[in-house]
């Protein structure tokens, strides 16, 4: 059976997703404080953080020659320079 375009990738957000959601959700339930990001470059909360730091690794697991860029998490080399690269800003809790 032929795979389809960006399956692989497709497989990976499911599986992202069905383990990110509960912790999310369990965090905004118990409620989130709203911190400000260095140099006020605007509000982020713990979920932010959290998803954002999840996101990465678990993309460097699975793609390790990608590049990734996140809003909440500072580049740790040149992202750009690899074939492909991600972007995240996964969600805004604030």
């Known amino acids: 059976m032929e795979k389809t375009l960006f399956a692989e990738e497709r497989e990976f957000l499911v599986d992202f997703l069905e383990k990110a ?3 999310v959700l369990d965090m905004y339930r118990k409620g989130v404080e709203v911190a400000f990001k260095e140099n006020n470059e605007g509000p982020v909360t713990e ?3 959290w998803v954002s730091d999840f996101f990465f690794e678990e ?7 990608d590049g990734v860029i996140c809003e909440e998490r500072r580049a740790q080399g040149p992202p750009l320079k ?5 972007i995240i800003d996964p969600i805004d809790g604030t």
């Open 82 to 86: 690899q074939e492909r690269v991600w």
């Open 47 to 49: 979920a932010d953080r």
């Open 59 to 65: 993309i460097t697991l699975r793609f390790p020659h």
């Open 21 to 23: 959601v509960p912790r």
